[in-house]
């Protein structure tokens, strides 16, 4: 399809096609080139173009203005009121209508507007005592939740001291075993009728076993007693 280019006077522009230079409203002294032609030629010389071309008016001619018909101004009544009062009146009464309903609407937003101002302080008062009623459970619930934690150290306390008074007792009764088997074991060693060597020896070997059982017993307990009392001072 042809297309068409356009020459204002001082640049080019286009390519455009037949209706898009229509619509460019180009005129018989518009430059116009396409391909094919060897120079730049005036729209109007273009046959094709004529029927695209903008039809430009005369210049207008000087012509007589005809003279206006004086026209009698004729003077209306309303209601029997000169025109120019009735609409003043009218005017002042749409201005009182409008003020009596401008302060109506005012005197309902203020309304409104204090309604909602004693709604907003009820839900208000309503939230404190929710939360008044919320932080007194909260500090009853800690209250309750600090007995039991005390009811529980004590207990804990309680049963940690039962088991250390157990093992005081328990080691009082290993070390009256432990002292006497020392005392057996100094009376095995002088002790020499009745018994051969190797009776002694055994004697003594069964001995000392046990000393050393009940030295293990007492030394377990004992670490056994560090670790509660070490244990008693964490619970608060």
Avoid at 81 to 106: H, M, P, R, V, W
Wanted: hydrophobic content about 40%; aromatic content about 8%; charged content about 30%.
């Amino acid at each position: 399809m042809k297309t068409y280019y356009i020459h204002n006077g001082t640049e080019n522009s286009g390519p455009f096609f037949l209706d898009e230079l229509k619509a460019k409203k180009i005129t018989k002294t518009t430059l116009i080139w396409f391909e094919g032609m060897d120079e730049w030629k005036y729209a109007g010389d273009i046959p094709e173009l004529k029927i695209i071309l903008a039809v430009v008016p005369p210049p207008l001619k000087n012509i007589t203005a005809l003279p206006i018909e004086n026209k009698k101004v004729v003077s209306l009544t309303i209601l029997g009121l000169d025109k120019s009062i009735f609409f003043l009146a009218c005017g002042i009464l749409a201005l009182i209508i409008g003020t009596l309903i401008f302060n109506t609407y005012q005197e309902n937003r203020s309304l409104e507007f204090e309604q909602k101002n004693h709604q907003t302080e009820f839900q208000n008062q309503q939230i404190e005592l929710q939360q008044k009623q919320t932080d007194e459970e909260k500090i009853q619930l800690a209250i309750q939740e600090k007995i039991e934690s005390d009811r529980l150290s004590k207990e804990k306390k309680d049963s940690i001291n039962y088991r250390i008074l157990e093992i005081k007792k328990i080691i009082f009764v290993n070390n009256a075993n432990l002292e006497e088997d020392q005392n057996k074991l100094i009376d095995a060693k002088d002790f020499k009728l009745l018994r051969t060597e190797i009776e002694r020896e055994e004697q003594i070997n069964l001995i000392e076993d046990d000393i050393i059982h009940w030295q293990n017993e007492i030394k377990q307990l004992k670490n056994e007693a560090d670790r509660l009392y070490l244990k008693i001072e964490t619970i608060h």
